[in-house]
């Protein structure tokens, strides 16, 4: 168990839904990331946040965004769903980014499949 | 942007037999992880690499760092079933900056 809590693990929608996935990090940990894997991929980077501010963007569509919250919770609200955004969507938790010790603890996923 | 490519896609062996993994980075990096995971599984951190040229060893796992610090390999040796699964590098060309996985190798083991 890495500490990293996402919910819910599996999620089925209809194309044009809108969806959020949920990410509690590790206690104490002030970063999170999300990373989207499609069948048979790589770790795709969506976006970090630290301590409640964006840090980091990767090739995040527009219909998607982020936020993380005064608890350090994050959510990732995924909007007008295609069926090309059917993935398995990790979030990332680590201690504090730029100390160059960034040891990322990845939740189980969660599993979108968009019908 | 920054790529970090990694290769084979794929690797089946037998069991007993060595592994290797490669992984390129079009930039310089400050440093290098690696992580393993198991099929169905998250990916687990099992090391990161630092300095040009560095070497670590965990058990039968072999971690290199090139001198450029663009590139960088993991070598197992004497695979066992519990080796099966995907590695990752990951990598970041500062300590600020973004974690940029590879494409992952995918190892797959004949008893």
């Known amino acids: 168990d890495s500490g990293v809590t996402q919910t819910p693990k599996h999620l089925i929608t209809a194309t044009g839904q809108r969806v959020t996935l949920r990410c509690s990090p590790r206690s104490g940990d002030l970063s999170v990331y999300w990373y989207q894997q499609s069948l048979d991929q790589g770790l795709q980077f969506l976006i970090q946040?630290?301590?409640?501010?964006?840090?980091a963007k990767g090739n995040i569509l527009e219909r998607f965004s982020a936020q993380q919250f005064p608890d350090l919770h994050s959510e990732l609200n995924l909007s007008s769903l295609e069926l090309g955004d059917s993935a398995l969507y990790f979030c990332?938790?680590?201690?504090?980014?730029?100390?160059?010790?960034?040891?990322?603890?990845f939740g189980s996923g969660t599993q979108l499949s968009v019908l | 942007g920054q790529q970090v490519m990694q290769i084979p896609q794929y690797q089946h062996v037998q069991e007993g037999e060595d592994f290797t993994t490669y992984c390129n980075s079009s930039t310089t990096l400050s440093n290098i992880q690696w992580y393993k995971q198991r099929p169905g599984g998250h990916p687990v951190f099992l090391i990161q690499l630092v300095k040009s040229g560095e070497v670590k060893k965990q058990k039968r796992l072999t971690f290199q760092f090139g001198e450029a610090k663009k590139n960088s390999s993991l070598h197992i040796t004497a695979t066992q079933t519990t080796d099966v699964g995907t590695y990752f590098c990951?990598?970041?060309?500062?300590?600020?900056?973004?974690?940029?996985f590879g494409s992952g190798t995918r190892l797959s083991i004949r008893p």
């Open positions: 990951a990598g970041q060309r500062s300590s600020a900056s973004k974690i940029i």
């Open positions: 946040y630290y301590n409640g501010e964006e840090r």
């Open positions: 990332a938790s680590s201690v504090e980014p730029g100390q160059g010790l960034e040891k990322l603890f």
